[in-house]
């Protein structure tokens, strides 16, 4: 059976009683401040299952000077992408680092290296360097930013790029730089650890925001449009952050697990999500439909159970709201797609229920450490996944 098959038929035949999957897997990533609870160390997920093969790694370097960045900065996000969904981290330098950036340059201060990914088209998405290539643009490009705060050259403040000589211009514009271009022939897996061995700015990319810049169409506009859907925010009561792409991160995790067939699974998280990126840019639009749905329904039905504690660990001791934590918003997210209407009527009609036997779960260890430490591994996911599905399956039952 072909690929887009699989897909088409998984998605299809979801509503299906028989048809309730397992299988969820870790939270890995930055999640301080991101609304998400903090997994506990572990070494499960962490490790390089298979080894890569050294010829698939394909990364060139290029000696360039800066107006050749600034050429492609020019051109636009055909030629180099500077990741308009991260705006909001562009304000992380304030004008006095920016400045000192540019007076570096003028005292032919060597720059950092930068690295890129290059797509088929040869555009270019920023890996480590954005918010240098950033600075540059408002200098260079832009004329928005005014120098202060200079450490050497002090007769500079004040001035903007069109202040400056001719010859102050032409050192800024000529300063040689090394940029190393990831080719589009690398295997995404082995793409997504380059980025994250050699992201090492001044605020590395989060896991997701490296996804969404190797992995860009149908499958980041979705994850756009889920993360910022009103079902999705009333679910978790806006508390998921978005600067990190965190919201965006636990709707593709339930994406992976809607999709992928959770037997399949073998402990890589992040071979996992890139695949599963892979696979929504192949999905038609009726595809992208059905899941759109299917997350949607699921959102409304854990708010309508659970109320403000969807998603959360609860003991029923305590009156205090945890953090998402991003195991249970698998788990029971994809488990409530996958229930037809009736079902979730009765889940609902039932929530007292529910609520006491999730509380009976919350004091077994074996079931909070499935959805607390080394998440990722197979037999945690399969734990939390079976249980969950066991616990639907008794309420349906009574």
């Not at 006095?96 to 088209?121: C, G, W």
């Not at 000529?174 to 090492?200: A, C, L, S, Y």
């Amino acid at each position: 059976m072909t690929l887009r098959r699989i897909v088409r038929s998984h998605l299809e035949n979801s509503s299906d009683e028989d048809n309730i999957p397992e299988p969820v897997e870790e939270l890995t990533s930055e999640q301080i401040g991101s609304g998400i609870e903090a997994e506990q160390a572990s070494d499960a997920g962490e490790q390089i299952n298979e080894p890569f093969d050294p010829e698939k790694i394909d990364v060139k370097t290029k000696p360039m000077v800066v107006d050749l960045i600034m050429a492609r900065v020019r051109g636009g996000a055909k030629e180099i992408d500077l990741l308009p969904d991260f705006q909001r981290r562009a304000g992380i330098w304030d004008q006095k680092r920016k400045s000192r950036l540019i007076e570096s340059l003028l005292l032919r201060i060597p720059l950092p290296v930068f690295y890129m990914a290059a797509n088929q088209d040869e555009c270019w998405a920023v890996v480590d360097g954005l918010q240098r290539i950033q600075t540059l643009k408002e200098f260079i490009v832009d004329k928005s930013l005014t120098l202060t705060g200079m450490e050497f050259l002090t007769e500079l403040n004040e001035k903007r790029f069109d202040d400056l000589t001719r010859p102050m211009q032409r050192r800024i514009n000529e300063t040689e730089i090394t940029v190393h271009i990831i080719q589009p022939g690398t295997p995404p897996d082995v793409m997504f650890n380059i980025f994250k061995r050699i992201n090492t700015g001044g605020l590395p990319l989060s896991a997701q925001e490296i996804r969404h810049a190797i992995k860009q169409g149908a499958s980041t506009e979705l994850l756009k449009k889920l993360a910022e859907s009103k079902e999705f925010k009333s679910a978790t009561n806006n508390s998921i952050k978005d600067e990190r792409m965190a919201d965006r991160e636990c709707v593709l995790r339930f994406c992976a697990f809607s999709i992928n067939s959770p037997y399949d699974f073998n402990g890589d998280v992040d071979k996992l999500l890139i695949n599963t990126m892979d696979l929504m840019n192949k999905l038609s639009i009726s595809e992208q439909r059905q899941l759109s749905n299917r997350f949607k329904i699921a959102m409304n039905a854990a708010e309508k159970i659970f109320g403000r504690l969807a998603f959360r660990k609860y003991s029923g001791s305590s009156e205090r709201v945890s953090p998402i934590n991003k195991a249970l918003f698998e788990v029971w997210a994809v488990n409530l797609s996958m229930l037809k209407p009736k079902q979730i009527s009765l889940l609902i009609n039932e929530k007292d229920e529910v609520m006491k036997r999730f509380i009976k779960l919350m004091r077994s260890p074996r079931f909070v450490e499935s959805i607390s430490l080394g998440t990722g591994s197979v037999s945690k996911v399969q734990k939390r996944f079976s249980t969950i599905n066991k616990l639907i399956n008794e309420v349906l039952n009574v």
